[in-house]
C-alpha cells in the first residue's frame, strides 16, 4: 500500500498581491507535482495558506497608516481567488490568523516549553528610540559582514544567504526611521539549535534525492555551527506567547509560520466533517511530507522547523524539501519595490492560466536561477504549444472529422511504423513519470511535449492527405494512432494545462476522471465519436509582447525615486577626501579560481598583485564559472584587513559593479599588477 501524501507550499506573506517570481518558486511546481500525484490516484493533500504574521505584515501596515488585519484581509483574499484562476488547486488554503492557528502554534510552543527545549536569556537588542520599540530582524538593516551586501537584512543575508542576527550587522539601521538604533535589554525565549545540531545531522544524512543546492545550503550552514535563535519577539501582531512572564510578546513568526501548515490541515478535516483526519498526515510514520519553497526558506524548513517537530515528538519530518531558485524577469533580478514584476492577476486579466503554467513550467528555477521575458513568452506559446500540440491535435481531429465521419478508424495489420509510433506512448508515460516522481518538473514537461512532437511527426510521415486515396487501410491506420496519441496527451499534459486538457478530453468523448495507470495506446475504442472542436492554441502577437513590455518599463519608471531611475543605486553619503586617500587600491591579475566546498556565492581566487600572491574570497560565483575568470584583470582593496570566510581567509577585496539588472562585472584595469589606482 503506497504512503499517504501531504505536501505543502511556502505560505505567502499577505502583504501584497502575487507575481511571477512566487509562482515559479512554490506554487507551480507544487501544483504540477500533486495534480500528477491525483492522477495516479494517490492519497494526496495539497495545503497553503497565508502568513499573515511578521514584520512585513506590520511594514506594509505603518506605510498605508490601517491596522494589520485590514492588510491580512485584504491579500487574503485577494491572492486566495487569483491561485484559484490560476488553476493552483489546494485541497484547502488557510490563514495564520484563524483560532485554530493560534491555538496549535500555542500548543505546540508549551509542550516545547514544558519540556525544557528553550532557555531565557536576557542580552541587547537593537531598539529605536524615535519608534520607541525594539526592533526584530526584518525591521534592521545593514552591511552583511560576510559579502558585503549593505541591504542585508536583520535575520538573513538575501545576497550571499548568510543567516545573521541583527547585532552582527555592519551600520545597522532602522527600516522604521532608518536611525541608527540603540542597544537595550530585553528577555526572550531562545532555541538552543547547537544542542540539537547532531540529532538533525543524523536525520539529514537519511534524507535521499533532495536537490544539491538544498542540500548544499543545509550543510553549510551546519559547517559553521548552530547557534541560539529567538523563538519570541517584542512584538504585539503575532500570536501570544502562552508562558507567564511573556505574555506582552508573541512567537516568533518563523516558528508559528510553519506551524500554519499543520492548523490548516486541522481546518480541512473539519471542513471534510473528521475533525481528527489531519492526524492521518501528520502523526502517522506512514506518510511523505513534501515541503516546495524557495530558496530563501530553506534554512527554515529543512533546520528550525523539523528541529522544533523533531524535540516535540508527535510529527512527522520531511521526507523533501526540493526548494527552487529565484526567476528574474527580462534578464534582471525581480524587484517589487522598483516595480519590475508581473503581478499574476494583471496577467491573468489579458492571457490563459495554462499559457503560463506551461511557459514557466519549462523555465521553472529547479538548480539554478532562471529568467522570464516576453518574447520567450510568445516564443514558446506559438512554435511549442500552437505549432506542435496545438497543430498536431487539430490535425488529428479535423482529418478524421472529414474523411472518417468523425468517429475513431480501426487498425488493421499496423505497420512497423504505426507499432513503433503507439509503443512511444507506453514510453513517453514511464518516462514523464520517473521526472515527476523525482521533481524533475521541467525534463517531465519536455518530455509530454516530446510525444506531440513524435506525433506531428509520424502524422507527416504517413502522409494521409495522400494514403486516403491511394491505401485508406494505411490512412485509417494513421488517423487511429493519432487519435491513441491525442488520448494519451490529454492525460499525460493534464497537470500542466488542466483547462485545455479537459477541454481536449471531451472532444475526444474520454471520461474526466480518467488516470494515469489508465493511459494507453488503446484508450480510444473503434467507432467512437470524436468532435473536431475548436484550435486549441491562439497564437500571441507582436502586439501583445509589446503592450506588455511597456507596461513594465512604465511601471518600473513610476515607481522610481528622488529623481532616480529605477535602474540605479541612490548615491551614498559623502565622505572626506582623506577617508578615500586611506584605501589602498593595486591592479592585480587572477591566476587561479576555485569554487569553495558548501558555498554556492563564493569563489576562493588567487591573485597575482605584482609583489606578491594572495588568496581572496569573493561572492562572485552566481555570476562567473570559475575557469572563465582566470588571467581576468582586477583592481583590488589591497589594505583590507584579513577575514575569515567560509574558513578561508581572505586577503583584500575584488571591485565589483553591479549592473542595473543585478548582474556582477569586473572592474578592470590594463595597469600590470601591483600598479597603484588612484
Given at each position: 500500500?503506497?504512503?499517504?501524501?501531504?505536501v505543502?507550499?511556502?505560505l505567502p506573506?499577505?502583504n501584497?498581491?502575487?507575481?511571477?517570481?512566487?509562482?515559479a518558486g512554490?506554487?507551480?511546481?507544487?501544483?504540477l507535482?500533486?495534480?500528477?500525484k491525483r492522477?495516479k490516484?494517490?492519497?494526496v493533500v495539497?495545503?497553503c495558506?497565508s502568513?499573515?504574521?511578521?514584520?512585513?505584515i506590520?511594514i506594509?501596515a505603518e506605510?498605508e497608516?490601517?491596522?494589520p488585519?485590514?492588510i491580512?484581509?485584504k491579500?487574503?483574499?485577494?491572492?486566495k481567488r487569483?491561485?484559484?484562476?490560476?488553476?493552483?488547486?489546494f485541497?484547502?488554503?488557510g490563514?495564520t490568523?484563524?483560532?485554530?492557528?493560534?491555538?496549535?502554534?500555542?500548543?505546540i510552543?508549551k509542550?516545547?516549553y514544558?519540556?525544557?527545549i528553550?532557555t531565557?536569556?536576557?542580552?541587547?537588542?537593537?531598539?529605536?528610540?524615535?519608534?520607541?520599540?525594539?526592533?526584530?530582524?526584518?525591521?534592521v538593516?545593514g552591511?552583511?559582514?560576510?559579502?558585503?551586501?549593505?541591504?542585508?537584512?536583520g535575520?538573513?543575508?538575501?545576497q550571499?544567504g548568510t543567516?545573521l542576527?541583527?547585532?552582527e550587522?555592519i551600520?545597522?539601521?532602522?527600516a522604521?526611521t532608518g536611525?541608527?538604533?540603540i542597544?537595550?535589554k530585553?528577555?526572550?525565549l531562545y532555541?538552543?539549535?547547537g544542542?540539537y545540531q547532531?540529532?538533525l545531522?543524523?536525520w539529514?544524512d537519511?534524507r535521499?534525492n533532495w536537490k544539491?543546492n538544498?542540500?548544499?545550503?543545509v550543510?553549510s550552514?551546519?559547517n559553521?555551527?548552530?547557534?541560539d535563535?529567538a523563538?519570541?519577539?517584542?512584538?504585539?501582531w503575532?500570536?501570544p506567547v502562552?508562558v507567564?512572564?511573556?505574555?506582552?510578546?508573541?512567537?516568533y513568526v518563523?516558528?508559528?509560520?510553519?506551524?500554519g501548515y499543520?492548523s490548516a490541515t486541522k481546518e480541512?478535516?473539519?471542513?471534510?466533517?473528521?475533525p481528527e483526519?489531519w492526524?492521518?498526515y501528520?502523526?502517522?510514520e506512514?506518510?511523505e511530507?513534501v515541503h516546495?519553497?524557495?530558496?530563501?526558506?530553506?534554512v527554515?524548513?529543512c533546520?528550525?522547523?523539523?528541529?522544533?517537530?523533531?524535540q516535540?515528538?508527535d510529527?512527522?519530518?520531511?521526507?523533501?524539501?526540493?526548494a527552487?531558485?529565484?526567476?528574474n524577469l527580462?534578464?534582471k533580478?525581480l524587484s517589487?519595490?522598483r516595480g519590475?514584476?508581473v503581478?499574476?492577476?494583471?496577467?491573468?486579466?489579458e492571457?490563459e492560466?495554462?499559457l503560463?503554467r506551461y511557459v514557466?513550467?519549462?523555465?521553472l528555477?529547479e538548480?539554478?536561477?532562471?529568467?522570464?521575458?516576453?518574447?520567450?513568452f510568445?516564443t514558446?506559446v506559438?512554435s511549442?504549444?500552437?505549432?506542435?500540440?496545438?497543430?498536431?491535435?487539430f490535425?488529428?481531429?479535423?482529418?478524421?472529422?472529414?474523411?472518417?465521419?468523425?468517429?475513431?478508424?480501426?487498425?488493421?495489420?499496423?505497420?512497423?511504423k504505426?507499432?513503433?509510433?503507439?509503443?512511444?506512448i507506453?514510453q513517453?508515460k514511464?518516462s514523464i513519470a520517473e521526472k515527476?516522481?523525482?521533481?524533475?518538473i521541467?525534463e517531465?514537461?519536455?518530455?509530454?511535449?516530446?510525444l506531440a512532437?513524435?506525433g506531428n511527426?509520424y502524422f507527416t510521415e504517413?502522409?494521409?492527405w495522400?494514403?486516403?486515396?491511394?491505401d485508406?487501410?494505411?490512412?485509417?491506420?494513421?488517423l487511429?494512432?493519432?487519435?491513441?496519441?491525442?488520448?494519451?496527451?490529454?492525460v499525460l499534459f493534464?497537470?500542466?494545462?488542466?483547462g485545455?486538457?479537459?477541454?481536449?478530453?471531451?472532444?475526444?468523448?474520454l471520461?474526466?476522471?480518467i488516470?494515469?495507470?489508465?493511459?494507453?495506446?488503446?484508450?480510444?475504442?473503434?467507432g467512437?465519436a470524436?468532435?473536431?472542436?475548436?484550435?486549441?492554441?491562439?497564437?500571441?502577437e507582436?502586439?501583445q509582447?509589446?503592450?506588455q513590455?511597456q507596461?513594465l518599463k512604465?511601471r518600473?519608471?513610476?515607481?522610481s525615486?528622488d529623481?532616480?531611475?529605477a535602474?540605479y543605486e541612490p548615491?551614498?553619503d559623502e565622505?572626506e577626501?582623506?577617508?578615500?586617500?586611506?584605501i589602498?587600491i593595486r591592479?592585480g591579475?587572477?591566476?587561479?579560481?576555485?569554487?569553495?566546498?558548501?558555498?554556492d556565492?563564493l569563489l576562493?581566487?588567487?591573485v597575482?598583485?605584482?609583489f606578491e600572491?594572495?588568496?581572496i574570497?569573493?561572492?562572485?560565483a552566481?555570476d562567473?564559472?570559475?575557469?572563465?575568470i582566470v588571467?581576468?584583470k582586477v583592481?583590488?582593496?589591497?589594505?583590507?584587513?584579513p577575514?575569515a570566510l567560509?574558513?578561508v581567509?581572505?586577503?583584500g577585496m575584488i571591485?565589483?559593479?553591479?549592473?542595473a539588472d543585478?548582474?556582477?562585472?569586473?572592474?578592470?584595469?590594463?595597469?600590470?599588477?601591483?600598479?597603484?589606482?588612484?
Amino acid at each position: 500500500m503506497s504512503k499517504k501524501l501531504l505536501v505543502t507550499s511556502a505560505l505567502p506573506y499577505a502583504n501584497g498581491p502575487i507575481h511571477l517570481g512566487h509562482i515559479a518558486g512554490a506554487y507551480l511546481p507544487a501544483d504540477l507535482f500533486v495534480r500528477y500525484k491525483r492522477l495516479k490516484n494517490a492519497d494526496v493533500v495539497y495545503i497553503c495558506g497565508s502568513d499573515e504574521h511578521g514584520v512585513p505584515i506590520t511594514i506594509a501596515a505603518e506605510k498605508e497608516g490601517v491596522a494589520p488585519q485590514d492588510i491580512v484581509d485584504k491579500f487574503h483574499e485577494m491572492n486566495k481567488r487569483v491561485f484559484e484562476k490560476f488553476k493552483i488547486s489546494f485541497d484547502y488554503y488557510g490563514r495564520t490568523s484563524s483560532d485554530v492557528h493560534r491555538e496549535t502554534s500555542q500548543e505546540i510552543f508549551k509542550k516545547l516549553y514544558e519540556k525544557g527545549i528553550f532557555t531565557k536569556k536576557v542580552e541587547e537588542q537593537l531598539y529605536d528610540e524615535e519608534a520607541d520599540m525594539f526592533l526584530p530582524d526584518r525591521y534592521v538593516k545593514g552591511t552583511c559582514p560576510s559579502c558585503g551586501y549593505e541591504e542585508a537584512y536583520g535575520d538573513q543575508c538575501e545576497q550571499c544567504g548568510t543567516s545573521l542576527s541583527p547585532t552582527e550587522l555592519i551600520d545597522p539601521r532602522s527600516a522604521l526611521t532608518g536611525n541608527k538604533p540603540i542597544t537595550k535589554k530585553t528577555e526572550h525565549l531562545y532555541l538552543p539549535m547547537g544542542d540539537y545540531q547532531q540529532e538533525l545531522e543524523e536525520w539529514l544524512d537519511t534524507r535521499e534525492n533532495w536537490k544539491p543546492n538544498v542540500m548544499g545550503q543545509v550543510k553549510s550552514w551546519l559547517n559553521d555551527g548552530l547557534s541560539d535563535r529567538a523563538m519570541t519577539r517584542d512584538l504585539t501582531w503575532g500570536v501570544p506567547v502562552p508562558v507567564e512572564g511573556f505574555e506582552d510578546k508573541v512567537l516568533y513568526v518563523w516558528f508559528d509560520a510553519p506551524i500554519g501548515y499543520i492548523s490548516a490541515t486541522k481546518e480541512w478535516a473539519r471542513q471534510q466533517g473528521d475533525p481528527e483526519r489531519w492526524k492521518a498526515y501528520w502523526q502517522d510514520e506512514e506518510v511523505e511530507l513534501v515541503h516546495f519553497i524557495g530558496k530563501d526558506n530553506i534554512v527554515f524548513h529543512c533546520i528550525i522547523f523539523p528541529m522544533l517537530l523533531m524535540q516535540h515528538g508527535d510529527y512527522v519530518l520531511p521526507e523533501n524539501v526540493p526548494a527552487n531558485e529565484f526567476l528574474n524577469l527580462e534578464g534582471k533580478k525581480l524587484s517589487t519595490s522598483r516595480g519590475w514584476a508581473v503581478w499574476l492577476n494583471e496577467y491573468l486579466e489579458e492571457f490563459e492560466a495554462d499559457l503560463l503554467r506551461y511557459v514557466l513550467g519549462t523555465i521553472l528555477p529547479e538548480t539554478k536561477d532562471s529568467d522570464f521575458s516576453w518574447s520567450d513568452f510568445q516564443t514558446k506559446v506559438n512554435s511549442e504549444l500552437a505549432d506542435v500540440l496545438g497543430n498536431f491535435i487539430f490535425r488529428t481531429t479535423s482529418f478524421t472529422s472529414k474523411y472518417f465521419d468523425g468517429t475513431v478508424p480501426a487498425l488493421t495489420d499496423p505497420s512497423p511504423k504505426d507499432r513503433e509510433a503507439l509503443d512511444q506512448i507506453e514510453q513517453h508515460k514511464k518516462s514523464i513519470a520517473e521526472k515527476y516522481e523525482h521533481y524533475k518538473i521541467r525534463e517531465a514537461i519536455a518530455e509530454t511535449l516530446n510525444l506531440a512532437r513524435v506525433g506531428n511527426k509520424y502524422f507527416t510521415e504517413m502522409e494521409p492527405w495522400k494514403t486516403r486515396k491511394e491505401d485508406p487501410r494505411a490512412c485509417a491506420n494513421t488517423l487511429h494512432v493519432c487519435l491513441q496519441i491525442s488520448a494519451a496527451l490529454s492525460v499525460l499534459f493534464h497537470p500542466v494545462l488542466p483547462g485545455k486538457m479537459a477541454q481536449l478530453r471531451n472532444q475526444l468523448g474520454l471520461p474526466e476522471d480518467i488516470g494515469w495507470d489508465a493511459v494507453n495506446d488503446q484508450l480510444m475504442e473503434v467507432g467512437k465519436a470524436v468532435e473536431q472542436g475548436e484550435i486549441l492554441f491562439q497564437k500571441i502577437e507582436d502586439e501583445q509582447i509589446e503592450q506588455q513590455l511597456q507596461k513594465l518599463k512604465d511601471r518600473a519608471a513610476e515607481m522610481s525615486e528622488d529623481g532616480q531611475t529605477a535602474d540605479y543605486e541612490p548615491l551614498k553619503d559623502e565622505i572626506e577626501f582623506d577617508d578615500f586617500t586611506a584605501i589602498d587600491i593595486r591592479a592585480g591579475k587572477i591566476v587561479e579560481a576555485r569554487p569553495i566546498e558548501k558555498a554556492d556565492k563564493l569563489l576562493r581566487l588567487t591573485v597575482d598583485l605584482g609583489f606578491e600572491t594572495r588568496t581572496i574570497v569573493s561572492g562572485i560565483a552566481p555570476d562567473f564559472d570559475p575557469e572563465e575568470i582566470v588571467g581576468q584583470k582586477v583592481c583590488v582593496v589591497a589594505n583590507l584587513a584579513p577575514k575569515a570566510l567560509m574558513g578561508v581567509e581572505s586577503n583584500g577585496m575584488i571591485l565589483m559593479a553591479e549592473t542595473a539588472d543585478g548582474r556582477l562585472r569586473f572592474v578592470e584595469t590594463d595597469a600590470e599588477p601591483g600598479s597603484p589606482i588612484t
